[in-house]
């Protein structure tokens, strides 16, 4: 089970020392897309989406070693991924950021906002339905063989909340919407 990081470990990590921040100040890591973290984040976090973590494993270690690394989300779901991803590779200062940016919003923390974007859970939602809906209508007035879509896409979400990992999620985090516009 992960970490987690408490507002009294938030405050000793940031105490000042001489006008300067001491050097265990926390590095962000936001595990979301970058279109999501385009639409909000924290000053400072640094984009790393949850399906290129591995592949950037090295600069994980080598931050580690310099900051504490506090990974985040939008609640707190990929975050928890990416924290055993991390800890599978033997990076141990890391926690997770308790509730994700959603409940640093709520506690009226400070955040940059951008140009406001489909979240990723809301895309998933927005795809299923699209399919389930195709699926009926095909399957009434086309084909009922047409019905096994919705079946599939029901099997997938069933799977998705058994599992707490969605396909269908990591498959649109890889569209060129869910991409930054500077990379």
């Known amino acids: 089970m ?3 990081l ?12 001489g006008g ?3 050097l265990n100040e926390p590095q962000y890591i936001d ?3 970058p279109q999501e973290f385009e639409t909000v984040h924290l000053t400072g976090a640094k984009n790393i ?6 592949s950037r494993m090295e600069e994980m270690k ?18 928890q991924q990416a924290h055993d991803i991390l800890v599978n590779h033997g990076i141990t200062n890391c926690t997770i950021l308790p509730g994700g940016i959603t409940e ?15 979240s990723l859970e809301g895309q998933v939602r927005a795809v299923a339905g699209a399919f389930v809906l195709a699926g009926v209508g095909l399957g009434y007035f086309v084909h009922s063989g047409f019905l096994i879509l919705p079946a599939f896409v029901g099997a ?23 991409r930054s516009s500077t990379t």
């Open 2 to 4: 992960a970490t987690l």
């Open 6 to 17: 408490t507002d009294q470990e938030t405050a000793t990590s940031r105490e000042l020392q």
């Open 20 to 22: 300067s921040l001491l």
């Open 31 to 33: 595990v979301r897309t």
């Open 49 to 54: 989406p949850l399906h290129e973590l591995s």
């Open 62 to 79: 080598e931050l580690s070693q310099r900051t504490p690394l506090v990974v985040m989300c939008r609640t707190q779901n990929r975050a």
């Open 104 to 118: 640093w919003i709520n506690q009226g923390k400070p955040v940059i906002r951008g140009q406001k974007r489909l």
């Open 156 to 178: 997938g979400l069933l799977h998705a909340g058994l599992t707490d990992s969605c396909m269908m999620g990591m498959l649109l985090a890889k569209l060129p919407y869910n």
